[in-house]
């Protein structure tokens, strides 16, 4: 089973808001990954923030890291109807339990 | 497209069959990794190897579940006497083996989704 929890499972916002998707995890990490999960599709990588890096941006994607807490968050600014997917955090072999993301038009 | 590929994609099988499934990784990568997926849930670790070598087992992989690696290029994964709680999304994926300590990202397939009747 995951050794880690996302929140919420579930969000459901309108397009042009903003997402923020939490993880929490148990293990000390060298870094902490980000994934996205289209229905019935494998998984693509969307951001990697290494454990000595506090907060890191790609495109609309905003990620902070916080070891003493063993926490981390995505951010999806501006979203889009096309951002509608699952998105899980992962460290070392292990996958949290995702948030499903609908972005509503 | 030079990116994990995955066979086959479905797979219906009747309880107690065998069944195989393979993993072809992006071509420089020496790390592959077995993974499996139910509806609603994160993909769960079974499995990966370091080139040939297998180097961790997840204890959800009962003697039931067997994987190779012979080359250290595909690889497969084969499930005996399958049980109903076999079905599943089975992920496949591949990545650089790490430096100084810190992973890479992995590349992952399309999945081999296994139903079990």
């Known amino acids: 089973s995951q050794q880690g929890e996302e929140d919420p499972q579930a969000l459901s916002i309108q397009e042009g808001e903003n997402a923020t998707m939490n993880c929490s995890y148990k293990?000390?990490?060298?870094?902490l990954q980000w994934y996205r999960q289209n229905s019935g599709r494998g998984l693509v990588h969307l951001i990697l923030?290494?454990?000595?890096?506090r907060e890191k941006h790609s495109g609309r994607l905003r990620v902070t890291l916080d070891t003493s807490k063993k926490s981390s968050s995505l951010l999806i600014t501006a979203s889009r109807a096309a951002d509608t997917a699952s998105y899980f955090c992962?460290?070392?072999?292990?996958f949290g339990s995702g948030t499903q993301l609908t972005v509503l038009p | 497209d030079t990116g994990v590929s995955q066979d086959p994609r479905h797979k219906i099988t009747k309880r107690g069959q065998n069944v195989t499934f393979r993993c072809d990784p992006i071509?420089?990568?020496?790390?592959l990794y077995w993974y499996r997926q139910t509806l609603g849930q994160g993909p769960e670790f079974l499995t990966y190897?370091?080139?040939?070598?297998?180097?961790?087992k997840s204890r959800l992989l009962s003697d039931r579940f067997s994987a190779e690696r012979p080359k250290g290029s595909f690889s497969t994964l084969e499930i005996q006497r399958t049980e109903q709680g076999d079905s599943a999304m089975y992920l496949c994926?591949?990545?650089?083996?790490?430096?100084?300590?810190?992973?890479?990202?992995?590349?992952f397939g399309q999945g081999t989704r296994l139903t079990v009747v």
């Open positions: 190897f370091q080139n040939e070598a297998q180097l961790e």
């Open positions: 994926a591949s990545s650089s083996i790490p430096g100084q300590g810190a992973n890479t990202e992995a590349f």
């Open positions: 923030i290494r454990s000595n890096e």
């Open positions: 992962a460290w070392q072999l292990t």
């Open positions: 293990t000390s990490i060298n870094n």
């Open positions: 071509s420089e990568h020496n790390r």
